[in-house]
């Protein structure tokens, strides 16, 4: 299947319901899974549908909580996306009681529907971690994803980036802001920005992102790698103009994320502007 086509509308961001059963401190979502008695993927897959008719080619993300966590309930969910979209998924790359292979043979049997998987490794390790060799398995576009919580400006911090950087040399990484100090004011910033400044030492800068409302980003190389360093807010929508909409874990449909978030009608889709 061609995945070479273009993003026409907003994304659509899936919280699987389902948990990761982690606990990481930084975690935003985790008081989403909390009260688990209201979800429902019958709902969420209605949503998908009515998604699917209003933009039948967006991105659509699938995140959590943890995708992987129920391997049989993913395969579901990918199954009932309709071919036209680009799949993402969010994952910190859980294995179960199934080996590296096994995991890799599972996702590669959607190798012609997922765009990219966005594994969550960071400089401290907060979850139980699978082997890195699953990388050279995945037969789609992967990329490493790195959020960055340490101060920038501690030189303990660019050792753990420097090995990091040396542990996944050769893949795609991701590094990102921690968006929780991020606002409209400071998420273009670079002058200020200490992180920026820190991967630009040990890092070759390349060029610009483009600028969206809520997130930009800058790309790097550094020994064969693409690093890119993402300022992503915590919110998407800027001025009235949408740029994610949520699928929660119940099936309802939000205009942004967590508690930024209010419910859409219909009539919002009609009257809303997205980007
Ligand atoms: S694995 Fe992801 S969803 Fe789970 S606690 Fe950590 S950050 Fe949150």
């Given amino acids: 299947m061609n995945k070479d086509f273009p993003k026409v ?24 899974y909390r009260d688990t008695s209201e979800f429902n993927l019958d709902r969420c897959y209605k949503a998908l549908d009515l998604m699917n008719r209003v933009f039948p080619h967006n991105d659509i993300v699938l995140t959590g909580g943890e995708p992987l966590a129920e391997l049989e309930a993913l395969q579901d ?14 994952t910190t790359l859980p294995l179960g009681d199934r080996s590296v292979e096994e995991v890799a043979e599972i996702l590669n049997r959607y190798e012609d529907r997922i765009s990219c998987i966005n594994v969550s490794r960071h400089l401290k390790h907060y979850v139980k971690e699978c082997p890195d060799e699953i990388f050279d398995l995945l037969k789609f576009r992967h990329r490493i994803n790195c959020v ?50 820190l991967i630009s030492e040990i890092c070759e ?15 790097f190389e550094r020994e064969g790698s693409k690093i890119t360093y993402h300022k992503t807010l915590p919110f998407a ?13 119940t099936g309802k449909i939000f205009d942004d994320w967590n508690e930024y978030g209010h419910e859409l009608n219909v009539n919002d889709l009609v009257e809303l502007k997205y980007e």
């Avoid at 319901?17 to 982690?22: G, K, L, Q, T, V």
């Avoid at 100090?181 to 992180?195: K, Q, R």
Wanted: aromatic content about 12%; some cysteine.
């Fill in 148 to 197: 960055v919580f340490e101060d920038a400006k501690d030189p303990a911090t660019k050792e753990k980036l420097i090995a990091f950087l040396d542990r996944f040399k050769g893949h795609e990484i991701q590094l990102r802001a921690n968006y929780s100090y991020l606002t409209l004011e400071n998420v273009f910033d670079t002058e200020n920005d200490n992180l920026f400044k």
């Fill in 237 to 249: 929508k800027v001025d009235g103009v949408v740029g994610d909409i949520i699928i929660r874990q």
């Fill in 77 to 90: 969910i990918l199954d009932h996306i309709e071919p036209g979209h680009h799949i993402y998924i969010n």
């Fill in 9 to 32: 509308g907003p994304t659509v961001t899936m919280f699987v319901p389902y948990d990761c059963n982690n606990a990481c401190p930084f975690c935003v979502n985790k008081k989403e």
């Fill in 205 to 219: 800068y390349k060029y610009p992102l483009e600028h969206e409302r809520f997130r930009t980003g800058f790309v």
